[in-house]
């Protein structure tokens, strides 16, 4: 079967860095997503990996090695408003996005 | 903003109700996806649509029934439905159905009673 796993829960404190991880087994890989949901909204676009390495966008990173079906999201310079749940969804062969359960972030003062 | 509006934001009925969910997009895609969202679960995707036409049906009950009547609008009818179909329903867009960014509206959150 197909299956995503990350971190049900995860806490840091602001100004300080986070790592999340996500390990992935997929028939097929077209792809790694990690979307941002905050509590009763969207979940919006955050970054998308697929080949092998670090993309950096501002205060977020995306990591990527497909020989290990392994992803990570590094948020540095954590803020307040960066408590959220972090979805990680890989495409596989076939185009669909099998989503991870998600992991909830609380940043404390 | 993310350009994919959904209708209601909040939804309760009862078993025996019929109700409609209804979602546009303003991003000019041609896909359009009805995922449910339970609560520390993955989302689980429902339909799919791809220039108006149904491509993916993942096993959904019939008390669910789609429609699409064109590229911007998507529609989900409810009836019959039962206590465990409570969730957040998201509706999401996409240029096509390859590797294209979905982007997502903020969802109806459904009670059924």
């Known amino acids: 079967g197909q299956n995503i796993d990350q971190p049900t829960e995860m806490t840091a404190t602001e100004g300080a860095i986070v790592q999340i991880n996500c390990t992935y087994q997929?028939?097929?890989?077209?792809?790694l997503f990690w979307y941002q949901q905050h509590a009763g909204e969207a979940p919006t676009f955050l970054s998308y990996?697929?080949l092998d390495g670090l993309e950096e966008k501002g205060r977020f990173s995306s990591f990527l090695s497909r020989s290990k079906g392994y992803s990570y999201l590094l948020l540095k310079e954590l803020q307040m408003k960066d408590s959220a749940s972090y979805l990680c969804?890989?495409?596989?062969?076939?185009?669909?996005?099998?989503w991870g359960a998600g992991t909830k972030l609380i940043i404390k003062p | 903003e993310t350009g994919v509006t959904q209708t209601p934001r909040h939804l309760v009925m009862g078993m025996t109700n019929k109700k409609s969910l209804k979602c546009e997009q303003h991003?000019?895609?041609?896909?359009m996806y009805w995922y449910k969202q339970s609560a520390k679960k993955p989302l689980e995707l429902m339909f799919v649509?791809?220039?108006?036409?149904?491509?993916e049906n993942n096993s959904v009950p019939s008390r669910f029934s789609p429609e699409c009547p064109n590229s911007s609008h998507l529609f989900l009818h409810l009836h019959t439905l039962q206590p465990e179909d409570s969730a957040l329903y998201l509706c999401?867009?996409?240029?096509?159905?390859?590797?294209?960014?979905?982007?997502f509206g903020p969802g109806t959150r459904l009670t059924v009673l």
């Open positions: 999401a867009s996409s240029q096509d159905t390859s590797t294209d960014t979905q982007y």
């Open positions: 991003l000019g895609h041609n896909a």
């Open positions: 649509y791809n220039f108006k036409e149904q491509t």
């Open positions: 997929t028939s097929g890989f077209n792809g």
């Open positions: 990996n697929v």
């Open positions: 969804a890989v495409m596989d062969s076939n185009y669909q996005l099998i």
